[in-house]
């Protein structure tokens, strides 16, 4: 299976800073079909995740505009322009790409310093 | 609006079997992938288990290859997850969600599973 490699495990930031989440893959995520299928999930405490970005950029109905995702092949970020309090949560990764074992990295924690 | 709820969860004793399920509204289900994915306490997130739109292709992880069965109900727009030879370490929220585009879209708000004696 592909193993996505998320850094850091967490992230101190100061209230409008912003933040970079990095997942690196151990293949490249580049389908045959032209498509680069990651996403990118945000999990508050207590909650659910819900999904933020997929195929490396496009957002979901509902992000703010502050988080963008960006990268190819093996190496992709998730950027939060100024970080909210709201922000706080852990953030996932994950591999559409290579069927069937899709696969998630470990997980960034974003806090407020 | 879509909705999924999971049910089924609880505390089981070590070799034990639980059923999952996943109650689906809000979209057409039998035209939908759908996964099961589950999170250890304070750990991340584990693809488990996906189910195509009429039942096949059908997925499981090696960790529960063998032990856990996913089906589906069409007509009841339900999800399944049949958990056998349960351990501690499927001690983990259980959550479902649907596998559009190959992304996790749509979860549930999760199912609790604990195995202790």
């Known amino acids: 299976d592909v193993v996505l490699t998320q850094s850091p495990l967490s992230l101190p930031v100061t209230l409008g800073q912003p933040a970079s989440i990095s997942c690196r893959s151990s293949?490249?995520?580049?389908?045959?079909?032209?498509?680069?299928?990651l996403s990118w999930f945000q999990q508050r405490p207590g909650q659910s995740p819900r999904r933020l970005i997929y195929?490396?950029?496009k957002r979901d109905s509902g992000v703010p505009d502050r988080f963008s995702g960006s990268g190819s092949g093996t190496d992709f970020t998730l950027k939060i322009n100024r970080v909210e309090a709201e922000d706080v949560a852990v953030y996932y990764c994950?591999?559409?790409?290579?069927?069937?074992?899709?696969?998630f990295g470990g997980g960034t924690k974003v806090e407020i310093k | 609006q879509v909705k999924l709820v999971e049910s089924g969860g609880g505390l089981v004793k070590p070799g034990g079997s639980l059923r999952l399920s996943c109650a689906v509204s809000?979209?057409?289900?039998?035209?939908?992938?759908m996964s099961w994915i589950r999170q250890a306490p304070g750990k991340g997130l584990e693809f488990i288990s996906y189910?195509?739109?009429?039942?096949?292709?059908?997925y499981h992880a090696d960790s529960v290859k063998g032990r856990f069965t996913i089906s589906r109900d069409n007509a009841k727009n339900s999800l399944y997850l049949q958990m056998n030879s349960l351990t501690a370490e499927d001690t983990a929220v259980y959550y479902c969600?649907?596998?559009?585009?190959?992304?996790?879209?749509?979860w549930g708000q999760g199912t609790l599973v604990t195995v202790s004696s």
């Open positions: 189910i195509g739109d009429s039942g096949s292709p059908i």
């Open positions: 969600a649907r596998l559009a585009d190959s992304s996790c879209d749509y």
């Open positions: 994950m591999q559409g790409t290579h069927w069937p074992g899709l696969t």
């Open positions: 809000g979209l057409t289900f039998s035209e939908e992938y």
């Open positions: 195929k490396v950029s």
């Open positions: 293949q490249s995520l580049a389908h045959h079909t032209g498509n680069t299928y």
